[in-house]
């Protein structure tokens, strides 16, 4: 009987001596994916409450932004409506602006009117200017260009554009060399001057007007270049706005 026991009891001992170190090498795997899975659980947690956070923040700022928003539109109804008082007081101010714009040149024109033209003297047949004619003679000056807007103005005219400008009040066309400078932009010869009005009453004023005649009589002489043209339509452009003074102070109590 000892001979077929001995067998098997070699055969258990084998058995554990394997058995027990796999088990255990399982044991710490499985233990192993178990911290790192619970850890994997920890870091997601711990990231959702920093996310609250940041949504949190975000949503703080969000509300103190349309705070904010809220008071400038109850500041803004305050000064200009939201009360009948001021709602009544803007559409005033608003159509007393309407009323200016036309009288400020603002708005475009069309009516009756008168275009002049001034131009530098032109060469003769054989290309050549008047031998006793300097430099000056032969170019419209600044002051010819004034001369006639001041005498259209005297006519009483409605409007008056230059190029393609509409003149207002503080427009002053000023000499740079051999070009006008108006409004920030420059024009060169010929110079085309458009006036709504009276058209003879304009024609008489520029026919009166001393530098006027003075600016002809070089036109006879140099050749400069000199027209006027009635016309039944003509239209004006407005003067974009917005129009803002520059310069201009409040005049004190004597005036200055």
Same mark, same amino acid.
């Given at each position: ?50 996310l609250v956070d940041l949504v949190r923040d975000a949503q703080a700022? /969000?509300? %103190?932004?349309? =705070?904010? $928003? ?8 305050? $000064?200009?409506?939201? =009360?009948?008082?001021?709602?009544? @007081?803007? @559409? ?25 033209t001034l131009t530098d003297a032109q060469r003769d047949a054989e ?7 300097? *430099? ?6 600044? #002051? ?9 103005w005297t006519a009483g005219a409605e409007g008056i554009q230059m190029?393609? #400008? %509409? ?19 420059? &024009?060169? *010869? *010929? &110079? /085309? ?14 026919? @009166?007007? +001393? ?5 002809? #009589?070089? /036109? ?9 043209? +009635? $016309?039944?339509?003509?239209?004006? /452009? ?17 005036? &200055?």
């Amino acid at each position: 009987m000892s001979t077929t026991r001995e067998p098997s009891n070699a055969h258990r001992r084998s058995a554990w001596r394997f058995g027990v170190p796999a088990v255990c090498l399982c044991a710490g795997l499985l233990l192993a994916a178990t911290h790192t899975a619970s850890q994997g659980g920890e870091i997601r947690r711990s990231d959702s409450p920093r996310l609250v956070d940041l949504v949190r923040d975000a949503q703080a700022s /969000v509300d %103190r932004l349309s =705070s904010d $928003r809220d008071g400038l539109v109850t500041q803004i109804d305050t $000064r200009h409506g939201g =009360s009948p008082g001021a709602d009544a @007081a803007l @559409a005033a101010i608003t159509s007393r602006a309407d009323v200016l714009a036309a009288d400020a040149g603002l708005n475009p024109m069309r009516g009756p009117g008168l275009v002049i033209t001034l131009t530098d003297a032109q060469r003769d047949a054989e290309g050549r200017f008047p031998g006793d004619a300097s *430099p000056d003679d032969l170019v419209v000056h600044q #002051q010819d260009v004034q001369a006639v807007l001041n005498a259209l103005w005297t006519a009483g005219a409605e409007g008056i554009q230059m190029q393609d #400008q %509409r003149l207002i009040g503080t427009s002053a066309p000023r000499c740079v060399g051999n070009t006008l400078l108006l409004n920030g932009r420059t &024009y060169g *010869p *010929p &110079y /085309v001057i458009t006036a709504i009005g009276n058209v003879p009453a304009m024609r008489a004023a520029l026919a @009166a007007a +001393p530098l006027v005649t003075l600016y002809k #009589q070089y /036109v006879v002489r140099f050749g400069l270049g000199y027209t006027e043209q +009635p $016309r039944d339509s003509v239209e004006l /452009v407005g003067y974009p706005a917005p129009v803002r003074m520059r310069f201009a102070k409040p005049a004190g109590p004597l005036g &200055y």
